[in-house]
């Protein structure tokens, strides 16, 4: 019964050793509206999710007047989750969306869009340090949303 209370206690703890030696990972990769891969990396600086509809218009408003590459050259990232989308409608949304003069990471799934708790009624906006998440904010009006955008170096 010792061995056994002993061999139970060094799985666990290895375990656990393991659990926290492992890195935890923010990277993530998503296809563009272009169907072309992007790998988030340390250059970004802000990511822009937007789970809704309203939400996605809401960032279509604030970039409709701007100049392609805005959001490249600060270092901004936009994420559209659409995974509640129903299948039709993204047969018609995707191709719509390449006309737009900026890059549209597209979660189909879900599955980056819920690593940062954000909600459907506002543009979650994710400062990033090194990839890690170090402040957020939410816009629900496009006007201070293209402010921010504009008040970032390039």
């Not at 802000?46 to 600060?74: H, P, W, Y």
Request: with cysteine.
């Amino acid at each position: 019964m010792k061995r056994l209370c002993i061999l139970l206690f060094s799985v666990v703890c290895s375990s656990a050793w393991a659990d926290a030696a492992a890195p935890v990972t923010t990277r993530w990769t998503l296809l563009d509206q272009f169907e072309k891969a992007y790998t988030l990396d340390d250059s970004a600086r802000v990511v822009l999710v937007a789970r809704s509809m309203s939400t996605a218009r809401l960032v279509n408003g604030a970039l409709e007047e701007k100049q392609e590459g805005f959001l490249d050259a600060r270092h901004v990232v936009y994420v559209a989750d659409i995974e509640k989308m129903p299948s039709l409608a993204k047969m018609v949304a995707v191709p719509a969306m390449r006309s737009a003069k900026y890059r549209i990471m597209l979660d189909q799934t879900g599955r980056v869009a819920s690593r940062y708790d954000g909600d459907r009624e506002t543009v979650q906006w994710l400062d990033l340090e090194d990839g890690k998440v170090i402040r957020e904010q939410r816009f629900s009006d496009a006007a201070a949303l293209q402010s921010a955008l504009e008040a970032l170096p390039q």
